[in-house]
């Protein structure tokens, strides 16, 4: 798993509230990134960051916001919940240096009602 | 320019099949093609790449083709196994500025038969 844990793992919260999606590393990797996987779109990119502070936008990033003010922690927030922002949000890293492999994490499936 | 387009949706095989799983791509600064596997309830797993000055690659029974011209990808699974069902993403990276950008594919969910 690449040493890659997400928080929390599975959660419900009501529409118009504010949420929190954390993505934590232990290796140090430069680049880590969020996804959306919803039934028929596959994985989407959020947002993405290649360093601390170092954040763009992915091809969904309308309504989700990040951080990352440290190497090891990515997180991921919604500033007022929807129900389409109901869906598995996946992290992944690239430990890139001369990997190309990108490694994900277990996911959170986030419920809006 | 960014697709990553995936088909089929869904596939079916008999054990001992060979399913294949085929991607197209527009953009052709896409330097990196990776293909994921992802099982219920877990996160998406690397299973082989491969990157655009190779034709093919094999590892196992998983078997990349990829047609630059085209600009296309396939993935081939020899003698697939009930262990094999899954979903298959494809993806392609884009490396703008020196950071790496991933578009998937929408997934291939594949059913083998024993």
């Known amino acids: 798993d690449a040493g890659i844990t997400q928080s929390p793992r599975h959660k419900v919260t009501e529409t118009g509230t504010p949420v929190t999606l954390r993505c934590h590393q232990t290796?140090?990797?430069?680049?880590m990134y969020w996804y959306r996987q919803d039934p028929g779109h596959g994985l989407r990119l959020i947002h993405y960051?290649?360093?601390?502070?170092?954040?763009d936008k992915g091809e969904v990033s309308d309504g989700y916001s990040v951080s990352r003010s440290k190497t090891e922690d990515f997180l991921l927030t919604l500033e007022s919940a929807t129900s389409s922002q109901t869906s598995v949000y996946f992290c992944?890293?690239?430990?890139?240096?001369?990997?190309?492999?990108?490694?994900f994490g277990p996911g959170t499936r986030l419920t809006v009602t | 320019q960014q697709q990553v387009k995936q088909s089929p949706q869904s596939l079916i095989v008999q054990k001992g099949g060979i399913p294949i799983i085929n991607c197209a791509y527009e953009?052709?600064?896409?330097?990196?093609f990776p293909w994921y596997q992802q099982f219920p309830g877990k996160g998406p797993a690397l299973l082989i790449a491969?990157?655009?000055?190779?034709s093919e690659k094999k590892e196992g029974r998983f078997t990349i083709s990829f047609n630059k011209s085209a600009k296309q990808f396939s993935l081939h699974i020899m003698d697939s196994q009930p262990g094999d069902s899954a979903t298959y993403f494809c993806?392609?990276?884009?490396?703008?500025?020196?950071?790496?950008?991933?578009?998937f594919g929408t997934g291939t969910r594949l059913k083998v038969l024993a």
């Open positions: 992944a890293i690239n430990p890139a240096g001369g990997s190309d492999e990108q490694y």
């Open positions: 290796e140090n990797h430069r680049y």
């Open positions: 993806a392609a990276r884009a490396s703008p500025s020196g950071t790496y950008k991933y578009i």
């Open positions: 953009n052709t600064a896409f330097d990196y």
């Open positions: 491969i990157r655009p000055d190779v």
């Open positions: 960051s290649y360093g601390v502070k170092d954040t």
